[in-house]
């Protein structure tokens, strides 16, 4: 049995734009896993920069803030989900698909709705936590603990306190 896990999941201004909210919200319900925590909100600079910040020396990363803040579609907010289940991340990475939309599986999110822009926009549709550091950083990012139907804790904690246990 695949480990408890939570993830967090963005849908990105590029979908809500196309309106595709709902599309990507019924294949994640389809996947089984519990909706945790969910919201509407905007996205300022420097909350994208912390998300994305394992990739501030990419030469695209400009144009990722400016994407994730919807300056490059005239959206003013993204989803925020977090979800959990046995194996949440993978679950969640497997059908969200390939960075690259025309690299990405067609049964997936990004393969059956992403795409590159003629302009060289990456319009990917979702994020998707890709491990447990980051789902636990990310969701610690995006959501207040009380704004979660259940407390989550961090994966670190829980191996300490296991190692805790063990040396007792
Ligand atoms: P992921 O979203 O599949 O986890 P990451 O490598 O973590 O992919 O990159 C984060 C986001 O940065 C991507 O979802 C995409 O929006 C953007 N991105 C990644 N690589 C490129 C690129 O080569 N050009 C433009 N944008 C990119
Ligand atoms: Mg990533």
């Known amino acids: 049995m695949a480990a408890e896990e939570a993830t967090l999941v963005l849908i990105k201004p590029d979908a809500i734009k196309r309106g595709l909210a709902g599309a990507v919200l019924t294949r994640l319900e389809h996947t089984g896993l519990r909706l945790v925590g969910a919201k509407i909100t905007r996205v300022n600079r420097a909350l994208a920069e912390a998300h994305y910040q394992r990739l ?4 695209f990363f400009e144009e990722l803030i400016q994407l ?13 989900l977090v979800y959990v289940g046995p194996g949440a991340i ?15 599986d067609p049964r997936s999110i990004r393969g059956a709705f992403g795409r590159n822009t003629t302009n060289g926009v ?10 447990p550091q980051e789902s636990a950083r990310e969701i ?26 063990g040396r007792a």
Request: proline share 7%; aromatic share 6%; glycine share 2%.
């Open 56 to 59: 501030r020396d990419r030469p």
């Open 68 to 80: 994730l803040c919807g300056e490059l579609h005239d959206i003013d907010y993204v989803w925020a």
């Open 90 to 104: 993978d679950t969640v990475r497997t059908l969200t698909g390939a960075t690259n939309p025309d690299h990405a």
């Open 122 to 131: 990456m319009e990917n549709i979702l994020h998707a936590s890709s491990d």
């Open 140 to 165: 610690a990012l995006w959501f207040r603990p009380e704004e979660l139907l259940i407390p989550l804790s961090a994966p670190r904690k829980r191996a300490e306190s296991s190692a805790r246990a």
